[in-house]
């Protein structure tokens, strides 16, 4: 099993960015999606998920200016993720989970690589 992110990068604030991660080696659409995210000296964090019938979680500091979405058909999860702020900067992960997802690390069961986040003018 493998998972792919791209789309990072270096924004300005109040900028928007769309991470992309792409699933393969197993069966996405039986697997709740997540992301999640690490800045230096932090422990891994969830940000959001989305079930396998759609439905999605956010924590609390991002509601409203991220937002998730999947495409089985392309094997595929989404992360828009608007108005920067600089305490977003971190490390992006996608991560899958077979028990219904979660915003727990320890629930998942493949994760991806990372996608480097920047936030700064």
């Known amino acids: 099993a493998q998972l792919v992110e791209s789309g990072g990068g270096l924004v300005q604030p109040g900028g928007s960015l769309r991470l992309s991660c792409t699933a393969s080696?197993?069966?996405?659409?039986?697997?709740?999606m997540g992301w999640f995210r690490q800045a230096p000296g932090n422990e891994r964090e969830g940000v959001s998920y989305i079930t396998t019938d759609g439905t999605t979680y956010y924590t609390d500091s991002v509601k409203g200016r991220f937002t998730i979405s999947r495409d089985n058909a392309k094997n595929t999860v989404y992360l828009q993720i608007n108005s920067l702020k600089p305490e977003d900067t971190a490390v992006y992960y996608c991560?899958?989970?077979?028990?219904?997802?979660?915003?727990?690390?320890?629930?998942?069961?493949?994760w991806g690589q990372g996608t480097q986040v920047t936030v700064s003018s």
């Open positions: 991560a899958a989970d077979f028990h219904g997802g979660s915003l727990l690390v320890t629930h998942y069961d493949y």
């Open positions: 080696g197993f069966i996405m659409d039986y697997y709740a």
